[in-house]
C-alpha cells in the first residue's frame, strides 16, 4: 500500500479494529524501514486478495474471521447449540447441543490459553504431537479443564465434565430422548458459557447480543408430564449420571453452575385480565425460594442409596450388629424390590434405594428386629 502512495491514515484504517488498535505511528515506522524492514513485500496479487477479503469483521464483536478464528469459532458453536436444541421438529436436541457446545467450550479456552501465550498442543518427549494427517495435536476439553491455569469455577468444570461423560455415552450408544433429564445442566452450561466469555474476554462478545440464551423446554399438561416423569432413562445414561452425581457434594450438586433450574408455576391474579399464566421471579434466601427448593428436588433429585449406606445408616442408628446379609434377609423378607411398593429402583443390574426404604429399616430396627432362625 505504501508503495502504491496510499495514504498513511487510510492504511491504518485498514488493520485497526476494536479488538486490535494500532497507532499510526506504525505506519510510519514501516515506511521509513524502521521496524520490519526483512519483512518481505506483498505482490500485487497478495495485495489484491487481502482487499478483496477485507475487512473479515464482525461488524457486531470488532471479532476478525482469521486473527480471532478461536473466539468467533466458540461463540457462533454456542449460537449453533442454542439454536439446535429451540429448534421445533427436532427429537434429539441434548444430544445435538452437548455435542456442538463442547466444541464451543474447546475452542473458548483454546483461545484463552493462547491469549496467556500458553501452548495448548499435546507434546511427547518436547515434541509437538501430530494428527495422522500430520496437523498439531491440540488438547481437547478434557485438558483444558485439567490444566493448572483453567480459568473456570469448579462448578462450571463440574457441569463440563458431566456433559463430557454424557458424551461418550451418545457417541457410542443409543439414548432415546435425554432432553427434560439433563435440561438444568445444558441451561447452565448455556449461561456459564456467556459468564466466561464475558469475563475472560470482555462483555462486548455476550451472547445475549446475537440470540436468548434460554433453552426452550417442551410445555406439557398434567397427564403429559407424569407420563414424562415415569419414563425410565436408558440403563447406560442413568448409570452414568448417578455415577458423576455420587462423585459430588450436596454443595456441589446445588450449585447453579452446575445445573441451572428454575420453577413455573400458576400464578392466581386478583384482576380477570392478568388471570393468564405468569412467571414470578422470587427472592433467593426467601420463603418462596425455600419452597422452589423443595419442589425442584423432591421431583428431580430423589436421593438413592447403595445397601452398604442403609447398613451404614442402622449402624449409627445404634445397630452395630447389622450387616450387609442381615439387609438381604430384610429385602426378602419384606418384598422390598417389588416396584409397586417404591422403596427402591433397578438401574443397569444394580439395585438403589430410596429414602422411604432407609426408614422402613429403621422403623423395623426399632421394633427390634432380628435375623431369623434358619
Known amino acids: 500500500m505504501l508503495v502504491k502512495k496510499r495514504v498513511p491514515q487510510d492504511i491504518q484504517a485498514y488493520f485497526s479494529r476494536p479488538t486490535r488498535s494500532i497507532n499510526h505511528a506504525r505506519i510510519s515506522e514501516i515506511r521509513d524501514e524502521k521496524k520490519h524492514k526483512a519483512v518481505k513485500l506483498a505482490t500485487d496479487d497478495e495485495l489484491d486478495a487481502f482487499l478483496e477479503a477485507w475487512p473479515d469483521v464482525d461488524p457486531q464483536t470488532g471479532l476478525h ?26 427429537f434429539f436436541r441434548a444430544e445435538l447441543f452437548i455435542v456442538t457446545s463442547v466444541i464451543g467450550w474447546t475452542y473458548l479456552l483454546h483461545a484463552f490459553y493462547k491469549l496467556k501465550g500458553i501452548d495448548y498442543r499435546y507434546r511427547k518427549n518436547g515434541a509437538v504431537q501430530k494428527t495422522p494427517s500430520g496437523a498439531d495435536k491440540y488438547w481437547e476439553l478434557t485438558q483444558c479443564l485439567n490444566h493448572g491455569q483453567c480459568p473456570l469455577d469448579k462448578g462450571v468444570v463440574n457441569n463440563l465434565k458431566f456433559l463430557i461423560e454424557i458424551r461418550h455415552e451418545i457417541e457410542h450408544r443409543f439414548t432415546s430422548r435425554i432432553d427434560n433429564a439433563l435440561s438444568a445442566k445444558l441451561q447452565a452450561c448455556c449461561i456459564n458459557f456467556n459468564d ?26 398434567g397427564a403429559q408430564r407424569a407420563s414424562l416423569m415415569g419414563a425410565d432413562l436408558p440403563d447406560h445414561i442413568a448409570t452414568a449420571i448417578d455415577a458423576f452425581h455420587n462423585g459430588l457434594s450436596e454443595e456441589e450438586q446445588k450449585d447453579p453452575k452446575f445445573r441451572y433450574r428454575v420453577a413455573f408455576v400458576p400464578k392466581v391474579a386478583g384482576k380477570v385480565q392478568n388471570a393468564d399464566l405468569a412467571i414470578e421471579f422470587v427472592k433467593p434466601g426467601s420463603p ?21 449406606n442403609i447398613v451404614a445408616a442402622a449402624k449409627n442408628a445404634g445397630c452395630p450388629g447389622f450387616s450387609m446379609h442381615d439387609h438381604t434377609l430384610l429385602v426378602k423378607q419384606l418384598d422390598a424390590r417389588n416396584p409397586g411398593k417404591g422403596f427402591g429402583t433397578k438401574i443397569a443390574n444394580n439395585w438403589y434405594w430410596y429414602e422411604s426404604w432407609r426408614d422402613k429399616v429403621l422403623e423395623k430396627l426399632a421394633e427390634g428386629w432380628t435375623r431369623p432362625a434358619k
Open 65 to 90: 474471521l482469521q486473527s480471532d478464528e478461536l473466539l468467533v469459532k466458540a461463540r457462533e458453536a454456542m449460537i449453533a447449540a442454542v439454536h439446535t436444541f429451540n429448534s421445533a421438529g427436532l
Open 196 to 221: 466466561a466469555i464475558k469475563a475472560l474476554f470482555g462483555k462486548e462478545f455476550a451472547l445475549e447480543k446475537r440470540l436468548p440464551i434460554a433453552l426452550q423446554m417442551v410445555t406439557f399438561d
Open 288 to 308: 418462596e425460594a425455600e419452597a422452589v427448593e423443595k419442589v425442584l428436588l423432591k421431583e428431580v433429585e430423589r436421593p438413592k442409596f447403595l445397601p452398604s
